[in-house]
């Protein structure tokens, strides 16, 4: 009738229940006090027995206001960036640095022995380290350094890509004409290089001229 009324599954119920239920010490008169099968299973509270307040057995009690209380409480923890302030990096710095840098320990293997204690995510510890807000640097993580960098994670105005045709100004085959027009005397060298990534098949040519 409950998970009815609060158009909520049977189950759902039961576990809340069960998480947030209190032990009713003034209960317990004896060392060893009997267990009733009713706190053994669903509903595993003794509100609403007829027999409550004569009993003597070990007794669990469910408080609304307490358990809401308990929810909204882990409810704030959980959501607390406790890692983001100068308090929660240094303490992120001090654990995780010493493990990766001197015990060249992988992230991985650091986030499965030091996860909860770091609270945060993999992807915002890799950010935390592009940021340069740890002591690490990517050249510690040896993985890091083999990937190449995404695009996504090129910034506006890095020369890194050739999407970016700023670092072009000034330094095309036009400015080199004009430059040459205004200085006949000056000596220039040529150079061809091939521009290209390593394992891949396709190369670029690339022809430099030196002045």
Known sequence: MIATALNASASTVSRELKKHRILDEYSSFHSVTPTCSRIMKAPWICNGCPRFSACRKRKYRYIPAQAHS???????????????????????????TPLIRDQRQTVAHVFST???????????????????????????????????????NIKRGDNTTID?????????YTAFQEFIAQHPKA????????????????????NSTIT
């Open 70 to 96: 308990t929810y909204e409480s882990t409810l704030h923890l959980s959501r607390e960036k406790i890692r983001t302030g100068e308090k929660g990096l240094r303490f992120l710095d001090n654990l995780v």
């Open 187 to 206: 000596n220039i060298a040529e150079m061809d290089s091939v521009i290209g990534k390593k394992g891949v098949g396709e190369k670029g040519a690339s």
């Open 114 to 152: 030091h996860g909860e204690q770091m609270g945060i995510s993999r992807s915002t510890f890799y950010r935390y380290v592009n940021d340069n807000k740890l002591t690490i640097r990517n050249i510690d993580l040896p993985k890091r350094v083999r990937y190449p960098l995404s695009k996504k």
């Open 164 to 172: 970016n045709q700023s670092c072009r100004v000034g330094r095309d």
